[in-house]
């Protein structure tokens, strides 16, 4: 019953004929179904096809309200959770075992398309044992990962970047005891380190979180763990001359070439290489920009709600939340919340004039 009275809210604000509400209950049932009722930041009781007739009701001319929903069936790119624990289960034997392969086959000396023959050596396996993986936030999915790729010790694998010296020492206590069982008959190492490292997160459209210049020295996450890693705890249990892989669930294409080219540099200083990879990579021509002329662009400047404007857009450099953080102009949902690069019509919050298709939930405030 509350199903039909929100298809026939809808087909009101859209001033559908029988003809047309039956043409597009289908797939709006289906998007609904499929992905979009598991937004997980609707209110209670909420779902979308509510959501989709009340955030339509705020335009103000029939125009408008086709426009909105044009775009939301033909440039809405909603990511579910099922999706991402695809893109989880992808991320190692998609982006780091190849990677490992291609090292292990540089050590052993052969061609690296020889691949049963090298993941069956001590070289490999001792490769791959040698590989710490690090969660950069609760995105990483940590616990889905492991789950996800049984080949891997669990004692390799840590929910955090920031690692305490005790845990530290435990990992690479585990590191010594497994790499003797592993070298099978050839020599183990005698005090073996973690030559590659791998951080993992589920998304970034700007990189700015993770690296970002400033006037007091770089900050971000990668900043931080750089600091670690050459001069604190973990530079107590890496090789003096490691990889580290930057793994995403998801990223922008801008997003990947902006951290290529400041982590490559910050390389370059140390003998640490730096490496970006995606699992799932959007494409610039996904983005909505400022003076478009796709018909969204009109609403996304007149619906615009300046409220939710705060310090923390100002660092993106931009003077308004329009396009989001950095003038993203993402049209992207993740299934657990709205990215902030995405534009402000998607995400806008609960409290404010204009509510969000998808609202989103602040993880940072600003004091009252």
């Excluded at 809405?76 to 991320?91: P, Q, R, T, W, Y």
């Excluded at 990223?251 to 990947?256: C, I, L, R, S």
Aim: glycine share 8%; net charge negative; aromatic share 10%.
């Amino acid at each position: 019953m509350k199903d039909a009275l929100a298809e026939k809210l809808l087909a009101h604000v859209l001033a559908w004929e029988p003809d047309d509400m039956a043409r597009e209950r289908p797939l709006l049932q289906a998007m609904a179904a499929y992905k979009y009722d598991g937004y997980q930041q609707f209110f209670p009781g909420m779902r979308f096809i509510e959501s989709l007739a009340r955030w339509l009701a705020r335009f103000e001319t029939p125009e408008e309200r086709q426009a909105a929903y044009e775009f939301v069936k033909k440039q809405l790119i909603f990511c579910s959770a099922d999706e991402v624990s695809h893109l989880v289960e992808m991320a190692y034997p998609d982006h780091v075992r190849p990677f490992l392969v291609r090292r292990a086959a540089q050590e052993m000396g052969v061609n690296p398309h020889h691949v049963a023959r090298i993941t069956n050596s001590p070289e490999f396996r001792l490769r791959q044992r040698e590989c710490l993986f690090l969660g950069l936030s609760d995105g990483a999915r940590i616990a889905d990962f492991r789950r996800a790729n049984r080949e891997l010790n669990n004692e390799q694998i840590w929910q955090t970047h920031e690692l305490t010296e005790a845990r530290a020492k435990g990992l690479l206590k585990k590191l010594g005891s497994h790499a003797a069982q592993l070298a099978g008959e050839g020599a183990a190492p005698g005090c073996p380190k973690f030559r590659t490292v791998v951080l993992l997160d589920d998304f970034t459209a700007s990189g700015t979180s993770y690296y970002r210049p400033d006037e007091g020295g770089p900050s971000g996450k990668i900043a931080g763990f750089h600091r670690t890693v050459t001069d604190g705890v973990l530079s107590q249990i890496v090789d003096e001359r490691i990889d580290v892989i930057v793994l995403l669930y998801m990223a922008t294409q801008a997003a990947k070439s902006y951290l290529r080219g400041h982590l490559d540099a910050l390389g370059r200083e140390t003998p640490i290489t730096y490496h970006v990879e995606a699992v799932q990579e959007f494409s610039e021509g996904i983005r909505l920009g400022e003076g478009g002329s796709r018909p969204i662009n009109g609403l996304i400047d007149r619906y615009y709600d300046h409220s939710v404007f705060d310090e923390h857009f100002q660092k993106g450099g931009t003077g308004h939340a329009r396009y989001g953080y950095a003038a993203g102009g993402l049209p992207v949902v993740l299934h657990h919340n709205t990215p902030n690069n995405s534009i402000a019509l998607l995400w806008s919050y609960d409290d404010r004039d204009v509510v969000g298709l998808f609202p989103r939930v602040q993880r940072h405030k600003e004091a009252p």
